[in-house]
């Protein structure tokens, strides 16, 4: 029988639903980006956000519900984001999923926001178990371990600072517009090897941290402007981003060699950096046998075709809830 499975994601600055069929075919995937709202202020400001998802939330499903050309009879259950994320941005999220589920008797699948950057793979490529995920977005920087496709063991994770944040906060010291990953993945282009940054330090081997090196760039500005040199801001984004890249990549690489999975995938925001995408290539050419996934670019950032994706393999495993749910900010994978 064919499966339809509306989804939601609401848990940052993006209102997006999506109608999947089958697990991995998008007949429909809406996203509204509040990003030139928040780029006025430099960052989400998340009160912002939560009043934009309610304005917008309705016309995103409504619009996602006729460009799939479904009804929601055809729909099997309505899955969407439960954490982790701002509050009332999902809160947005799961009170519509929850009024919908009520009013047309579906089930609820709550899902945890990784989970789904990990399955918008499954648009583009066959997942193989056992699989090692490199989760990098705004709010996460880990690696997971799955040995089969609902077990998720995070082998690694940011101490501090997530990856992408540090981008943004490091294109902020250099005066660029939010969201600063993409500006200073377009800089560096432009760069060369000048200015030397420490490379992170952390205890577990497979563990991230951004937070000094960030701090590290700052002081960097802040040396050059007392002694009055000119800062060359593509140098700058050089040398933050391959120390950031190399930290990530070289631990991910060491992990990789550890557990040996069938296949790695990259998911989340930053994985749409271009960098990254061919670093990553050629470290992991020291494993011919290791399948590597790199997800295109409009899979890479929110939307709610991952979580639609993801629903449908929780639906396998009757994640499914009732109305009583709630939002899980902190929510654990
Ligand atoms: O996954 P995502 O859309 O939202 C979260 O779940 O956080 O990721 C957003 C993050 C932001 O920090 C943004 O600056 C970063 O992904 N990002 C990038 C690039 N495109 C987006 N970072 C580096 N290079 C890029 N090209
Ligand atoms: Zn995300």
Not at 109 to 119: A, D, E, S, T
Not at 138 to 164: C, L, N, P, R
Request: hydrophobic share 45%; net charge negative; glycine share 6%.
């Amino acid at each position: 029988m064919t499966q339809y499975i509306l989804a939601i994601e609401s848990s940052c600055d993006e209102t997006a639903c999506a109608i999947i069929k089958n697990g991995n075919e998008i007949l429909s995937s809406v996203v509204s980006s509040q990003i030139n709202i928040h780029k006025l202020y430099g960052g989400v400001v998340p009160e912002v956000a939560s009043r934009i998802h309610v304005e917008n939330i309705s016309l995103v499903i409504k619009s996602a519900l006729e460009q799939a050309n479904v009804s929601m009879d055809d729909i099997e259950a309505i899955a969407f984001t439960q954490g982790p994320g701002l509050v009332g941005s999902l809160h947005v999220g799961v009170q519509a999923a929850k009024t919908i589920a009520w009013l047309y008797d579906k089930p609820l699948v709550p899902l945890h926001h990784i989970m789904g950057h990990i399955f918008a793979n499954t648009f583009v490529d066959k997942l193989e178990f056992p699989l090692m995920a490199l989760v990098v977005s705004g709010g996460h920087t880990e690696i997971v371990y799955m040995k089969d496709e609902y077990s998720f063991e995070i082998i690694g994770e940011t101490q501090d600072d997530a990856i992408g944040e540090a981008y943004d906060k490091v294109a902020r010291v250099l005066g660029l517009p939010y969201p600063g990953g993409p500006e200073i993945d377009k800089l560096a282009k432009e760069g060369k090897a000048f200015y030397k940054l420490p490379m992170p330090k952390t205890e577990n081997e497979f563990d991230f941290s951004f937070s000094g090196l960030k701090s590290a760039v700052l002081q960097l500005i802040q040396r050059e402007r007392k002694q009055d040199h000119e800062i060359n801001k593509a140098d700058v984004a050089y040398a933050f981003q391959e120390v950031a890249l190399h930290s990530l990549l070289s631990k991910l690489v060491k992990a990789v060699g550890v557990y040996q999975p069938k296949q790695v995938v990259l998911a989340g925001g930053v994985a749409a950096n271009s960098r990254l995408r061919v670093v990553i290539q050629e470290m992991m050419k020291q494993y011919p046998n290791i399948h590597l996934t790199i997800p295109p670019l409009w899979c890479c950032t929110d939307n709610a075709a991952m979580i639609g994706a993801a629903g449908s393999v929780a639906i396998k495993y009757n994640k499914t809830n009732d109305l009583t749910l709630a939002v899980k900010p902190s929510m654990e994978l």
